[in-house]
């Protein structure tokens, strides 16, 4: 019997009140010719972002799964209860503080997956929303259109808002789930083991940049630490399923450390500094200081724009702002 649920959308909400509204309408909002489920993890919310996921639920409440419990879980836990919950052929996700601005999205994303088996997954390209300044930006902008889980190891270019992959390609989540610190980049890998990822150049979404996220509202040290920690955990589960994935996943730890060095050298953090070489040599032990040195000109190399380019950031920075962001109406 064929799964009456074609997608699954998966939300997770902790205390996104001034946003929760908007990302649900998005998904509600959605013109398909099949079922679409949305289910909403919410990690035990003191701002009242429950008791309005509780109000849409009651409002479709054949469209709409709520998932509550008595203590918060955390952002790993809470993935995987939400995942479990999931019947759908595909999975899509739309985090609490972001949305959708097409219509057509889910369609779309469906219909290139029906007729395209060999791809395991799909993305699109997103306006990027800095809250901070009202400014706005279009991601992807030199994007390949089909990419392999090599490329994807090496430089995760794909916003959770926009993607949506065939669900459970790989069996059940692995036992280390728990322990992932985000999980885009892990379930990107564990999905592409099966096949690539295709690009659609189309926006069809609005992701936020907060001070209050997981990602954009850490500091670089911080994001540092949550990319390792990830890659770490990929390591160990590609360690003897492939051996290209599993260097470059070391390799990319490697410059981690590395350009945390830098940063930390910049800030006068000598003993920091010296802690990340450290770490650094962990990854690649057979680098001596030659290599180093080139890695570390190249890096400075590619963190340094030209003048002109940023002088165009800055521009469209300003102009952005008075522009406003897309929406479903």
């Not at 595909?90 to 779309?108: G, R």
């Not at 380019?309 to 406003?324: A, D, E, M, N």
Request: proline content about 3%; overall charge neutral; glycine content about 4%.
């Amino acid at each position: 019997m064929d799964n009456p649920i074609k997608i699954s959308v998966l939300m997770l909400a902790y205390n996104q009140r001034p946003y929760i509204d908007e990302a649900i309408r998005s998904v509600i909002l959605q013109h398909t010719h099949f079922d679409y489920e949305l289910i909403i993890g919410d990690d035990c919310s003191t701002d009242g972002t429950a008791e309005r996921c509780r109000e849409w639920q009651t409002r479709y409440p054949e469209r709409i799964i709520l998932l509550q419990g008595e203590t918060n879980m955390g952002l790993a836990r809470n993935f995987i209860r939400t995942y479990q919950a999931a019947r759908g052929t595909y999975i899509a996700i739309c985090e609490a503080d972001d949305f959708w601005t097409d219509a057509n999205k889910l369609q779309i994303q469906a219909d290139f997956l029906d007729s395209h088996p060999e791809y395991t997954m799909c993305f699109h390209r997103v306006v990027n929303y800095y809250e901070a300044d009202h400014s706005k930006s279009l991601s992807n902008g030199r994007q390949s259109t089909t990419m392999t889980i090599e490329d994807v190891a090496l430089c995760n270019p794909i916003t959770n808002v926009s993607v949506c992959y065939r669900r459970g390609l790989f069996g059940a989540l692995p036992e280390w789930m728990n322990q992932v610190t985000s999980y885009d980049l892990v379930m990107h890998l564990l999905t592409l083991q099966y096949g690539p990822v295709y690009y659609m150049k189309r926006p069809m979404a609005v992701y936020r940049k907060l001070a209050t996220s997981i990602w954009t509202g850490g500091d670089k040290a911080r994001r540092a630490l949550i990319s390792r920690k990830n890659r770490d955990l990929l390591m160990d589960y590609f360690r003897d399923r492939n051996q290209q994935v599993y260097d470059i996943l070391r390799r990319a730890n490697a410059l981690n450390c590395l350009d945390m060095a830098l940063y930390s050298e910049a800030q006068g953090q000598t003993h920091e500094a010296d802690d990340y070489l450290n770490h650094l040599r962990q990854y690649e032990p057979t680098w001596d200081d030659t290599d180093i040195a080139r890695e570390r000109q190249c890096l400075t190399h590619s963190q340094h724009g030209s003048r002109l380019h940023t002088c165009l950031t800055v521009c469209r920075r300003i102009l952005s702002r008075y522009i406003p962001l897309p929406r479903i109406r």
